[in-house]
């Protein structure tokens, strides 16, 4: 049985865009917020970002039976959601446990992005 998505696609003759590249372009979408999350914008830039997540979905462009592909949708969709939503709260309770049990300096040291270095004239 299909699913719905794919049914739905099936009947509008196939000129709706497939479940996956709603994703693939969901996924484009988020990858500026994910790169600023992550801090991945000193590793590599967005366009890279979206190459290797192209290259990914490249990789398993022969599966064809649609449950599965409905399977890695679903798993896809729900790591996008974590990582857009639960990942900005964990940091924060995070940083707020680290507030309590750390002394001031180091919450100073933790809360500056980058060391702060006098240079000797």
């Known amino acids: 049985m299909a699913s719905s998505l794919a049914q739905a696609t099936a009947e509008a003759g196939g000129r709706v865009a497939s479940p996956a590249r709603h994703l693939f372009t969901e996924i484009c979408r988020c990858l500026p917020f994910i790169a600023r999350l992550h801090k991945l914008e000193e590793v590599a830039s967005v366009r890279q970002l979206r190459s290797i997540v192209k290259a990914k979905f490249q990789e398993f462009k022969d599966i064809k039976d649609p449950r599965v592909t409905d399977l890695m949708i679903f798993k896809a969709r729900e790591e996008l959601e974590m990582t857009e939503y639960l ?5 924060r309770n995070l940083h707020v446990q680290s507030k309590s049990k750390q002394s001031s300096f180091l919450d100073n040291f933790f809360n500056t ?5 006098a240079r000797k004239p």
């Open 87 to 91: 990942e900005p709260y964990s940091q």
């Open 113 to 117: 992005p980058y060391p702060q270095i």
